[in-house]
């Protein structure tokens, strides 16, 4: 049960956009996924500084990926460790971290409660012991078999939880 003096956060999650700029098209998913969402969170491969116009209004934490052009790695670290609400956040893309990406960040964020990641492009959502690890997914609908792109929206209350959702078609 919430407690009613305990203000929920909802930060909208996603990484591997691989645009340079929005194009109409990304914008209105972006309004149509992040409408309730104060706060965004990138996991990387923003691929170029203008997709952060996006979120113009919105409190944005993001960290560069590995197909990030050299604006994007001057403006944003590899790595994260930042507050939302009373919870502690973890957030690297993934790359350059061998193949078992949670147990590598894992030891880089120790003491996260959550722990955001991108670079697989497959979403995952679960918790190991009491951290919550988070992959939204890739934005775009690069998966293989035409996949739909998937984010994520984290709620920070009494409760830290996140789900998984598929990106709308719009056209």
Known sequence: MQHPNTKIIYAGVLADTHLRTPDSRFLQQVRTCFQPCDVIIHAGDLTGLAIVDA??????HAVCGNMCDPSVRTRFPEQLFFSLGRYSIGLAHG?????????????????????????????????????????????????????????????????????????????
């Open 55 to 60: 979120f113009v209004g919105k409190t944005v």
């Open 95 to 171: 790359a350059y971290h061998g193949r078992n990406i949670e147990e590598s960040l894992w030891n880089i964020f120790p003491e996260a409660d959550c722990i955001i990641y991108g670079h697989t492009h497959r979403p995952v959502c679960h918790r190991y012991g009491s951290t919550l690890f988070l992959n939204p997914g890739t934005f775009q609908a690069t998966g293989r078999y035409g996949a739909p792109g998937t984010y994520a929206i984290l709620e920070a209350g009494e409760q830290l939880s996140a789900r998984i959702f598929e990106v709308p078609r719009l056209s």
